[in-house]
């Protein structure tokens, strides 16, 4: 059996639609359903979490990024390579003094001058405050 579909202006009838195709349609309809209501859950959790966690660092009177190092040590490995925050395996030495200090690796900084790190973006983008990122004079000699 061949298809013609009859054609008003640009789009097929729909009564010329072939029912495989009709129930294809049907089923994307449903998966695409499916993943805004999964999304939207995906985001209640995360702002559910990010809540929690920004609560947890105002309770503990600590810097946000403490706590957070805190609660994903146990994941560390598996959150260096996430693609949230992963780092450029060519990154460059920062010029100038640190400013800004990654919030799972104290090694990698960032002296605030220049591109912006995708670490320093994700963190950001994230809900994190920049501000806890932050190295402070006495920081610095710490670590």
């Known amino acids: ?7 008003q202006g640009s789009k097929p009838a729909n009564d010329s639609i ?11 309809d449903r998966m695409e359903g499916v993943r805004k209501e999964v ?14 966690i920004a609560e947890l ?8 990024a403490e706590v957070i190092l805190e609660i994903v040590k146990p994941w ?4 260096m390579f996430s693609r949230v925050l992963a780092i450029p395996a060519n990154r ?8 800004y200090r990654h919030p ?3 090694s990698i900084t960032w002296s605030g001058a220049g591109k912006r790190p995708e670490w320093f973006i994700a ?12 190295i402070s004079p006495g920081q610095l000699s710490a670590h």
Do not use: C, H, W
Request: net charge negative.
């Open 104 to 106: 799972l690796d104290a």
């Open 57 to 64: 660092s105002r309770l503990r009177k600590r810097p946000l």
């Open 76 to 79: 560390e490995k598996e959150i």
């Open 92 to 99: 460059r030495k920062s010029k100038g003094e640190p400013r």
């Open 123 to 134: 963190y950001r983008n994230n809900g994190g405050n920049v501000e806890d990122l932050a």
């Open 18 to 28: 072939p029912e495989p195709l009709g129930d294809l349609e049907a089923a994307m």
């Open 39 to 52: 999304d939207q859950r995906v985001k209640e959790s995360y702002d559910s979490i990010r809540e929690s």
């Open 1 to 7: 059996m061949e298809f013609k579909p009859e054609m």
